[in-house]
T-cell receptor
Framework: AQSVSQHNHHVILSEAASLELGCNYS??????LFWYVQYPGQHLQLLLK??????LVKGIKGFEAEFIKSKFSFNLRKPSVQWSDTAEYFC???????????FGQGTTLQVKP | DVKVTQSSRYLVKRTGEKVFLECVQD?????MFWYRQDPGLGLRLIYF???????EKGDIPEGYSVSREKKERFSLILESASTNQTSMYLC??????????????FGQGTRLTVV
């Protein structure tokens, strides 16, 4: 069955540390890829998306992600995190055959000031 | 702007009640989704509809059913609510498939408490 896996469930970093959150999906066809963020008590917000072309995509708030097709991965990165980045992050995939949208289980990021 | 509207922000229902959660989108999207969100479990797909009267089970369909009689409306039904269905429920819609560079749009969520 198609699925999305996020490797880290809970990440704790100090401010100014670099961030990389892993995301892998299991599906052989064309995908659209997304990272969402949910700040405490708030709704889901789209961080960035990949459809095609340059595999390195830039999103809001200094986040970027790299699509590596051979590894079925779409890892999220930020060079220097801030306390305000404390949130839950979700990787998601839309499948080409059905249009189904599948989420990973999420990664909780805690940034210590 | 795309608008996905869920009928209620908060609901409190009793065990055994039949519960209807309604979702309406205004962009003529083919696809609609129902998820539940629980701490530590992320967003789990309950049901997915890719056309009127067409549906597909997601990862956790047990205890739920859905109805899509019109393209703009997708209803989630809890036939007999139980306390383990207390959760945040999110509706989303999108157009087409990944070959069409599509993305999803979300409703504001319904927090359901079953007592």
């Amino acid at each position: 069955a198609q699925s999305v896996s996020q490797h880290n469930h809970h990440v704790i970093l100090s401010e100014a540390a670099s961030l990389e959150l892993g995301c892998n999906y299991s599906y052989g066809g064309t995908v659209n890829l997304f990272w969402y963020v949910q700040y405490p008590g708030q709704h889901l917000q789209l961080l960035l998306k990949y459809f095609s072309g340059d595999p390195l995509v830039k999103g809001i708030k200094g986040f970027e992600a790299e699509f590596i097709k051979s590894k079925f991965s779409f890892n999220l990165r930020k060079p220097s995190v801030q306390w305000s980045d404390t949130a839950e992050y979700f990787c998601a995939v839309i499948l080409s055959n059905t249009g189904k949208l599948i989420f990973g289980q999420g990664t909780t990021l805690q940034v210590k000031p | 702007d795309v608008k996905v509207t869920q009928s209620s922000r908060y609901l409190v229902k009793r065990t055994g009640e039949k519960v209807f959660l309604e979702c309406v989108q205004d962009m003529d999207h083919e696809n609609m989704f129902w998820y539940r969100q629980d701490p530590g479990l992320g967003l789990r797909l309950i049901y997915f509809s890719y056309d009127v009267k067409m549906k597909e089970k997601g990862d956790i369909p047990e205890g739920y059913s859905v109805s899509r009689e019109k393209k703009e409306r997708f209803s989630l039904i809890l036939e007999s609510a139980s306390t383990n269905q207390t959760s945040m429920y999110l509706c989303a819609s999108s157009t087409g498939t990944a070959t069409m560079n599509t993305e999803a749009f979300f409703g504001q969520g319904t927090r359901l408490t079953v007592v």
